[in-house]
RNA sequence: GGCGCCAUGGUGUAACUGGUUAACACGCCGCCCUCUCAAGGCGGAGAGUUCGGGUUCGAUCCCCGAUGGCGCUACCA
C-alpha cells in the first residue's frame, strides 16, 4: 500500500441508535475527499460493543446517509473487495492478531476484575493520579498464566505501552502532536467476551481496507497514539489522521441529544431537506473557498465536489446553529416549484402513511371530517408551547413538575417505541415518583399536543415518531427555563 | 486533577502563507412594499480579532505566556 496512491477513506458509525448528525458530518468530509481524489468511499459499521447495540440502528444509518445523498462505494449492503464490513463478522480476524501481538509480547492477558479495576482507579483518584491500569498482570509468569487460563479465568488482552518516552504523530491538519507514554494507558485490545475494542478493531481493519487517510472527529485525538503504537506493533504504514472539530451545541460543548436534535431522522420528519442538511454540514468549519462561501453559502454536493478543501477547514468547535439551518431550509424550500413543494410536503410532513396511522387514531372521536385539523393539529405543527394552566396539574408546583418531565425525558430516551413498552415504563416512573397516571399522562398528553383533550396519548406519541416527541419534551424544557430566567 | 486540542461580532464563515475604514451570511433593530404574516428591497446596531508580552517599519495572521472553551481520561465508540 502507498499512501500516495488515491485515496481510501471510511465513516465507522455504530449502530447504538439514531443515525447521528456527526456521522453525516464526518461522512461528507470523508465522501467529499474520496470523490475529488476519485478514489473510494467504505461504510464499516462497528458493533463491537453489543451492549449498546441496537438492532434497528443500522438500516437507519443506510437509510440517513442515503437520504442526505451520500453514497458509499463499498458497505455491509453493497459488499467491496475487502469485507466483510461489519466488524462484529471480523472476530476471527481481531482475534488472530491479538495472537500475533501476545505473540511478541506487545500485548498481554490482564486477569483482574472489573472490581479490582475499579478500586485500583479510585484509588489513584484519591492520590490525585492520573488514573491508568496499574500493570499488575503486565509481567504474570507462563505459569500464572497457563493456570489461570487452565482455571478458566476470564481475561482481556491489553497493549503493552512502553513505559518510557513518547509517541508523536501528525495531524495533517495541525501538525505533529506528542503524548508521553506516561499519560497513555495500557488499552484493552480484546475484552472477555471475545470482542475487539474500537482501538484494535480500528488500526487493523483500516489496515486491511487499505484506508489511506482516517478522517474522524477530533475527539479521537487522545487515543490517537495508541493506534499509532499499535501500527508499529505490527510494523504497518500509518495512515494519515486528519482530525475534524466537533460540532457543537448553542453552549460549545459537544453536541448531544440533551440539547440539540441530533438525529437524522428528526431533521427527515421535522421536514428539512436532504439538501439543506448537506450544505448546512459543509457550512461547518469552512473548507469552501471565499468565493463561494463568501458570496451565497449555498451550494450543492456537485460544488463541494468541485471546490471544497479539507485543508482550509477552520479548527474551532462550530456552533451548530438551529436558526440558520431553518432560514437555510426556507431558501430551499422557495426556490423549489410549486409542484415540487407539493411533492415534498406530501412525502413528508403529509405522507399517506402518516395521515393513515393519524386518521386511524382519531375516526372514533370525529363527528365531520371538517373537524380533522382540529383534532390533529399538533401532528402537523413544530411548535406546540402549552401554558402553565394547560399543562400544570393542580396540586403540583411548577418545580416539581418540570423535575418531573425531565425523568420523564431520560426515560423515554431510553424506552422503545412502542406503546406495549412506553405504557409500563411509564407507569413504573409516575408509580417510583408518587404521580398518579392521570397526572403522568395528562402532563404528557399537554406538552405533545398543547390540550388537555386529544387522540390516545401513547398512540399518538408513537405516531408522531419518538425523535420529534423527544425534541418537543426537550423544547418545552428549554422555554420554561427560558421563561423562569426571565422573571427573575 | 492529568493530558491534549482550540480561540475573528450572539452564531457560521472571510480577510492573497504580515500592510483592509476587519468583509459576507444568519439572527436582531428600523424603514419600504403590503389586507395580515412571511418573502423581497433598503438601512442600522454589533468584533479592532480573548488578554499580556515578544519578533517586525507594520500583526487577525509568526513566537511565548496567561485566561477561557472543549475533548479524552471505560472490558463505549
Redesign the pocket.
Known amino acids: 500500500m502507498s499512501l500516495s496512491s488515491t485515496p481510501r477513506v471510511r465513516i ?3 449502530p ?1 441508535g439514531d443515525p447521528h448528525v456527526g456521522t453525516a458530518y464526518i461522512g461528507l468530509i470523508n465522501f467529499l475527499v474520496a470523490r475529488q481524489g476519485g478514489g473510494k468511499f467504505v461504510l464499516r459499521i ?1 458493533d ?2 453489543r ?2 447495540f441496537v438492532p434497528t440502528s443500522e438500516q437507519m444509518i443506510f437509510d440517513a446517509l442515503r437520504w442526505i445523498g451520500l453514497s458509499w462505494d463499498e458497505g455491509p449492503d453493497v459488499g467491496g473487495p475487502f469485507g466483510p464490513y461489519r466488524q462484529s463478522e471480523r472476530t476471527e480476524i481481531y482475534q488472530k492478531h491479538a495472537e500475533i501481538l501476545l505473540a511478541n509480547g506487545a500485548a498481554y492477558r490482564c486477569f ?3 472490581e479490582e ?1 475499579e478500586a485500583s ?1 479510585k484509588q489513584q483518584i484519591a492520590a ?1 493520579m ?4 496499574a500493570g499488575i498482570c503486565r509481567k504474570l509468569s507462563e505459569a500464572t498464566i497457563e493456570s489461570n487460563l487452565a482455571a478458566g479465568k ?1 481475561f ?1 488482552i491489553r497493549m503493552r505501552v512502553p513505559w518510557e518516552g513518547s509517541t508523536t504523530f501528525r ?1 495533517e ?3 505533529d ?4 507514554h506516561t ?1 497513555v ?1 495500557d488499552q ?1 485490545l480484546m ?3 471475545g ?5 484494535l478493531a480500528n488500526v487493523v481493519d483500516d489496515h486491511l481496507m487499505q484506508i489511506t487517510d482516517v478522517i474522524r472527529a ?6 490517537t497514539p495508541k493506534h499509532v503504537l499499535l501500527y508499529q506493533f505490527f510494523g504497518w504504514e500509518l495512515p494519515r489522521f486528519w ?1 475534524m ?2 460540532l ?1 451545541n ?5 453536541i448531544s441529544k440533551r440539547k440539540n436534535p441530533v438525529s437524522l431522522v428528526y431533521y427527515r420528519q421535522a421536514g428539512f431537506l436532504p439538501q439543506t442538511v448537506l450544505n448546512f454540514l459543509g ?6 473557498p ?1 468565493d463561494i ?3 451565497t ?1 449555498k451550494f450543492t454536493l456537485e460544488e463541494m465536489i468541485q471546490h471544497f478543501s479539507i485543508k ?1 477547514i ?6 451548530f ?1 438551529l ?2 439551518l431553518k ?1 437555510l431550509n ?2 430551499y424550500l ?1 426556490a423549489l416549484s410549486p409542484d415540487d413543494f407539493y411533492t415534498a410536503l406530501r412525502s413528508t410532513v403529509l405522507a399517506d402513511d402518516y395521515l393513515k396511522e393519524i386518521a386511524a387514531l382519531i375516526q372514533t372521536r370525529i363527528e365531520t371530517l371538517g373537524q380533522f385539523g382540529d383534532l390533529t393539529g399538533f401532528f402537523f405543527a413544530d411548535d406546540i408551547l402549552p401554558a402553565p394552566e394547560v399543562f400544570l396539574p393542580k396540586k403540583r408546583t411548577l418545580e416539581e413538575t418540570l423535575a418531573f418531565v425531565v425523568e420523564q425525558l431520560t426515560l423515554l430516551e431510553a424506552t422503545d417505541w412502542t406503546t406495549a413498552a412506553l405504557e409500563p415504563a411509564l407507569k413504573q416512573l409516575g408509580d417510583s415518583h408518587g404521580w398518579l397516571v392521570k397526572e403522568n399522562f395528562m402532563l404528557l398528553r399537554a406538552i405533545l399536543t398543547g390540550s388537555t383533550m386529544s387522540p390516545p396519548l401513547l398512540e399518538s406519541m408513537v405516531v408522531f415518531g419518538k425523535a420529534r416527541t423527544l425534541d418537543r419534551l426537550r423544547r418545552f424544557l428549554d422555554a420554561q427555563k427560558k421563561s423562569a430566567g426571565q422573571k427573575k
Open positions: 465507522a458509525p455504530s447504538t462497528e463491537t460493543d451492549t449498546r483482574c476484575t472489573p479495576l482507579r490525585k492520573a488514573p491508568r491500569y476470564p482481556v495531524d491538519l495541525r501538525g502532536i506528542t503524548f508521553e499519560n494507558d484493552v475484552k472477555s467476551d470482542f475487539p475494542t474500537y482501538h477530533e475527539e479521537w485525538i487522545s487515543s482530525h472539530p466537533l457543537r448553542a453552549d460549545k460543548s459537544k457550512l461547518m468549519g469552512g473548507g469552501m471565499a462561501n463568501n458570496s453559502e482550509n477552520r479548527l474551532g468547535g462550530p456552533v446553529d436558526t440558520k432560514w426556507g431558501e422557495r
